[in-house]
């Protein structure tokens, strides 16, 4: 596989930026989830959103590095794969949205759980390596507005993901083109 991407098929950087982020996104919503399970006062609670209160930031910060890292990728390296001839021009449109969609909610939802974050005056270190320096204010109405933002656009993030997935099986399983095989790092393209 190049590294670069052509007409035919995504380069190995974008491939293996597009798959660590699934990988780093997933386990965000899913430590996510499992915080919002936390009840107060419930025995060894605090103890456990002690431990995976990092997890979720250090891996919402990872997501936000990785995107970044790939619209980079993406400006410097203006090639994508071309339309199929399987995809109208609708389909063909609605992809490209929702893929703008789904770049915006990839930064934007750990921007503002980390913008929450300090809002709350609490101190946010990067997989324990080192402390990234808060630059917002404490506040209670800046914490509670960029937590609901957080929160919803989150929910957002969730439905794109499982559309994404579940167009991506379409193509693979329905239409038998080679949207996914041109993402997948060792497939054999026709």
Do not use: C
Not at 59 to 65: D, H, N, Q, S, V
Not at 80 to 100: G, I, K, Q
Not at 126 to 142: A, Q, T, Y
Not at 147 to 166: K, P, R, T
């Amino acid at each position: 596989m190049q590294i670069k991407n052509s007409e035919k098929r995504w380069g190995s950087v974008s491939v293996i930026i597009h798959w660590i982020s699934a990988v780093v996104i997933i386990a965000a919503i899913t430590v996510g989830l499992w915080i919002s399970t936390l009840e107060e006062g419930q025995p060894g609670a605090f103890e456990l959103w002690l431990q995976l209160m990092p997890l979720h930031k250090s891996l919402g910060i990872t997501a936000l590095i990785l995107v970044v890292m790939r619209f980079v990728w993406l400006t410097r390296y203006k090639v994508v794969p071309a339309r199929l001839n399987s995809e109208s021009t609708l389909t063909h449109t609605l992809a490209t949205w929702a893929h703008r969609l789904l770049y915006f909610l990839i930064f934007t939802v750990p921007l503002m759980g980390w913008f929450a974050s300090m809002g709350n005056g609490a101190k946010t270190y990067f997989w324990g390596w080192f402390l990234i320096p808060n630059f917002i204010e404490k506040s209670k109405l800046s914490v509670t507005v960029f937590y609901w933002v957080h929160f919803y656009l989150s929910w957002a993030l969730v439905v794109l993901l499982v559309a994404h997935v579940v167009a991506a099986m379409w193509h693979h399983f329905v239409v038998k083109d080679n949207v996914l095989k041109r993402m997948l790092p060792f497939s054999k393209l026709p």
